[in-house]
């Protein structure tokens, strides 16, 4: 099972919004309704920030939204704060394979 | 709320064996799964494999087939991952996360474990 794909580095100003990808194929992202995003901040473990490919859980801020199209997921940070520099991972369920982690992406605010 | 607490930092020796523990507090296993998921130094996030700790029932992701084994004391709402053979490569943060049934995401995430495996 090949990690989805994710561009290694995103950046933007405060107030601004960005956008992390995730490419996997038609037995991952593009097979089930299942992508889920993770905020990882250095030493830290990953915080779930969205599920179902568009939902957040209690205390997310809905700055953070998701979407999916065909083999590809989608996370928009929009109006970027200082505290969501952070490395980004996307995750797919993957059926019988389990679930399958994105390469990372980090995020930065300039 | 569930906590998941992991066991404390491990130096081994290549060609050992490593056994960590993630204890659910707060909650029980009655109701999800235990993912294990690891991460080397500067590297992303590697599914190793989970268990449904009320059916004893764990599977593996292929790269670690043979070498991981994950287990459950349903008695004391702890799971625990095995590597066996360990080799420098294995160094790395291993985390334990909780995955509901009929959900694929996982949620609360353990604090991590730090395994070194240096001669």
């Known amino acids: 099972q090949s990690a989805l794909t994710q561009p290694p580095s995103a950046s933007g100003s405060p107030g601004q919004s960005v956008t992390i990808s995730c490419t996997g194929t038609?037995?991952?992202?593009?097979?089930?309704?299942?992508v889920s995003w993770y905020q990882q901040h250095p030493g830290k473990a990953p915080k779930l920030m969205i599920y179902e490919v568009s939902k957040r859980p209690s205390g997310v801020p809905d700055r953070f939204s998701g979407s999916k199209s065909g083999n590809t997921a989608s996370l928009t940070v929009s109006g970027l704060q200082a505290e969501d520099e952070a490395d980004y991972y996307c995750?797919?369920?993957?059926?019988?394979?389990?679930?399958?982690f994105g390469t990372g992406t980090k995020v930065t605010v300039l | 709320q569930v906590q998941l607490v992991q066991s404390g930092a491990e130096v081994k020796k290549p060609g050992s064996s490593v056994k960590v523990s993630c204890k659910a507090s707060?909650?029980?296993?009655?109701?999800?799964?235990i993912s294990w998921v690891r991460q080397a130094p500067g590297q992303g996030l590697e599914w190793m494999g989970r268990i449904i700790p009320i059916l004893g029932i764990a599977n593996y992701a292929q790269k670690f087939q043979g070498r991981v084994t994950i287990t459950a004391d349903k008695s004391t709402s702890t799971a625990y991952m095995e590597l066996s053979s360990l080799r420098s490569e294995d160094t790395a943060v291993y985390y334990c996360?909780?995955?509901?049934?009929?959900?694929?995401?996982?949620?609360?995430w353990g604090q991590g474990t730090l395994v070194t495996v240096s001669s």
């Open positions: 038609s037995s991952d992202v593009g097979g089930y309704n299942y």
């Open positions: 707060g909650g029980t296993f009655s109701s999800y799964t």
């Open positions: 996360a909780r995955v509901w049934f009929g959900g694929n995401w996982f949620d609360p």
């Open positions: 995750s797919s369920y993957a059926g019988s394979n389990g679930y399958v």
